[in-house]
């Protein structure tokens, strides 16, 4: 398969899949095992084509985003009694996960970015959605918009995002999952989980790109801009719907597919 319809196609599949709580990576790990688009390049075009979903969250909600930067939204007085979502939020939310891939960055690249270990985090992931989906019936929502979160719900849900440092196990899925655990509404999470995925992802894609620079090339540079604007455009569009209908819809139908999806996958590569 030519490299620019690889490209193509897994950006498309990132766009699609970076916030839906499916797992990115886990798609582009298993999508690349059966395009034949594997190794270490193939990793480094994961995290570039990131950067293009991430430009999608910065487009949808720059006004909230730019807000967090108000003089007033980061005096040591917003901090002490917030008024809505700043920009300690966001910090709480990032540490623990920055903090353990940090020190795990490497055990985590050489060991758990095979499609044999995604399949298991795809149904792991899901477990927990749908046992988030049953807690979050019980209790009351405390939270029911991004402005209302407090810092004990922020820094709780940067918890649960750790777990999406296994691959397959879905940055978005573990964070709303955490977010209706700890409290929240499905849209509360949800922002949250999306604003707080424009510095994290930034900061891991910059480490990754630097560590990989001596991978990169000019003549990977269609391929890559392929990709980069492939998760621009179809981002945009799946994370607007996504918002629409997660009211509706819940966590569970995203639970099941993940389980077809690492059903179907098993058998493909071990049945």
Known sequence: MEPTLQALILGIVEGLTEFLPV????????????????????????????????LAIVVMFWKKLIGMFNPKKISMEEFRNPTGLNL???????????LVAFLLHDLIK?????????????????????????????RRILSPTVDDLTYKQAL??????CMALWPGFS???????GGLIVGTS?????????????????????YDLFKSR???????????????????????????????????VKLTPFAI???????VFWFYMYG
């Open 110 to 138: 050489e060991y758990l970015f095979e499609a044999y270990w995604v399949v298991f985090s795809l149904v792991l992931g899901a477990l927990l959605m749908i046992f988030a989906e049953f807690f979050s019936k019980k």
């Open 88 to 98: 300690l939020h966001i910090t709480l939310g990032m540490f623990p996960a920055l």
């Open 214 to 248: 001596d991978l990169l090339s000019m003549s990977d540079l269609p391929m890559f801009a392929t990709g980069f604007v492939a998760a621009f455009v179809v981002a945009l569009l799946a994370v607007f719907s996504f918002l629409k209908i997660l009211e509706k």
């Open 23 to 54: 797992s990115s990576t886990g798609h582009m790990i298993l999508t690349g095992e059966l395009i034949g688009f594997t190794g270490d390049k193939a990793k480094t075009f994961e995290i570039v084509v990131q950067l293009g979903s991430i």
């Open 156 to 161: 709780s849900i940067g918890l649960f995002q």
């Open 171 to 177: 940055r978005s899925g573990s964070t709303i999952s």
């Open 257 to 263: 597919y993940r389980i077809l999806l690492a059903t």
């Open 186 to 206: 499905h849209k509360a999470a949800a922002e949250f989980s999306f604003m707080m995925a424009v510095p994290i992802m930034v900061i891991a894609s910059g």
